[in-house]
């Protein structure tokens, strides 16, 4: 019997399932613990660290482009001004004519596009079938780690419903350094509110079978395209 008055004996060869398992070590890890404490009631100690190496700016830029590449993941540096003109350049590699846009993305980016590039807005009744009709999906983000070379989105007002960056086959995700990138997960972290729906990208969409044979664009974008957009 623990201290909360719950037995964990078993008779010898009854079988557990993984449920009363899982119970059992919760029930003996706490039965130390008085009924009567509240989870506030003892702090947790954090003292780890939130960053492994102090970067600057720019090599906090570099380290985040590189680790996007070994994703596989094109990353196109640019300044601010470059942007409209590298979202058009990517659209007209790819030949995108059918474009989602969300209510908040800046319109100067899609601005060299050009009228030929139609704009589908993020709207509630874009289906699966209509998003995967279109060609590409132009996006802001949240914040950006560079330790892992990783995008969050958290459908803010430049990133839209997470459905549009998830069925198109071909994500520009525009970041902007310094001011949306951190070094690590934990800065990440900090920025971002737990109640939004979080999307957490490195690299394409990508998975591999028993034979590690890898297939992209199985649960999202098969081709990810950064612009990152860093002011001197």
């Known amino acids: 019997m623990n201290a909360r008055g719950v037995s964990d004996e078993r008779s010898w060869g009854e079988p557990v399932s993984a449920r009363e398992e899982i119970l059992g070590r919760v029930r003996r890890a706490l039965a130390d613990v008085p009924a ?5 009631d003892v702090p947790v100690v954090r003292d780890y660290l939130r960053v492994h ?8 830029a570099r380290l985040l482009a590189e680790n996007l590449a070994e994703y596989r993941a094109v990353v196109h540096r640019t300044d601010t001004a470059g942007i409209p003109g590298r979202v058009a350049a990517s659209l007209a590699a790819r030949g995108s004519r ?17 009228p030929e590039v139609e704009r589908v807005p993020d709207a509630p009744d874009l289906g699966p079938r209509e998003l995967d009709a279109v060609d590409t999906v132009v996006t802001g983000c949240a ?9 969050v989105l958290d459908a803010g007002p430049a990133q839209g419903s997470r459905r549009i960056t998830l069925v198109p086959d071909h994500h520009i995700c525009v970041v902007r350094a310094p001011d949306q990138v951190v070094c690590s997960v934990g800065q990440a972290l900090e920025r971002l509110d737990p109640a939004r729906p979080l999307t957490w990208i490195s690299g ?5 079978d028993i034979e590690l044979s890898r ?18």
Do not use: F, I, M
């Open 143 to 151: 914040v950006a780690v560079a330790e892992t070379g990783t995008l």
């Open 36 to 40: 009567a404490e509240k989870p506030g």
């Open 204 to 208: 394409p969409s990508a998975t591999s």
């Open 215 to 232: 297939v992209e664009g199985v649960h999202g974008p098969r081709l990810l395209e950064v612009v990152l957009a860093t002011d001197r």
């Open 53 to 60: 190496d102090e970067l600057t700016p720019g090599q906090a």
């Open 98 to 114: 059918r474009v989602v846009v969300p209510a908040g993305l800046p319109e100067e980016w899609l601005s060299a596009a050009g």
